[in-house]
């Protein structure tokens, strides 16, 4: 069996081997950005070519582009580089417009808030 050596670790766990990748970055807010990797920093700063914010709503999505756009590192949860050989949605998806997907998202975001207010206001019936 053979061990990495310090240099093929540190190398693996920088960001230097997704320059120029088609990446995923997760962000604190939920929202999921897709680009290519063009710059990083010590702190995790991005920036991306090419990027899009890819919104999803149960069988809806859309992708609004972003152009040339710089994450700050503290906002970043995740980074992934695609797998461009892979579909990146199941066939089910259906792509929508801009305007549509922001309502699909208004009207999801009141659903949740109703949900919300209703659960505050039975908390008086939980008998635990």
């Keep these: 069996m053979s061990w990495a050596s310090p240099e093929d670790v540190f190398l693996s766990t920088s960001l230097a081997t997704y320059l120029d990748r088609k990446l995923l970055i997760l962000l604190r807010d939920g929202r999921k950005i897709f680009g290519i990797l063009r710059s990083f920093d010590?702190?995790?700063?991005?920036?991306?070519?090419a990027a899009f914010e890819r919104v999803i709503v149960g069988v809806h999505y859309c992708d609004i582009p972003l152009g040339l756009y710089i994450i700050?590192?503290?906002?970043?949860?995740?980074?992934?580089?695609?797998?461009?050989?892979?579909?990146?949605?199941?066939?089910?998806?259906?792509?929508?417009?801009?305007?549509?997907?922001?309502?699909?998202?208004?009207?999801?975001?009141?659903a949740t808030d109703l949900k919300g207010m209703i659960r505050k206001r039975m908390e008086f019936l939980d008998m635990d």
């Design 42 to 49: 010590q702190f995790a700063n991005v920036v991306l070519e």
């Design 72 to 110: 700050r590192g503290e906002n970043v949860v995740l980074i992934g580089e695609l797998d461009t050989d892979m579909e990146e949605l199941p066939p089910s998806m259906t792509l929508v417009s801009e305007s549509t997907i922001r309502q699909a998202q208004k009207v999801e975001r009141e």
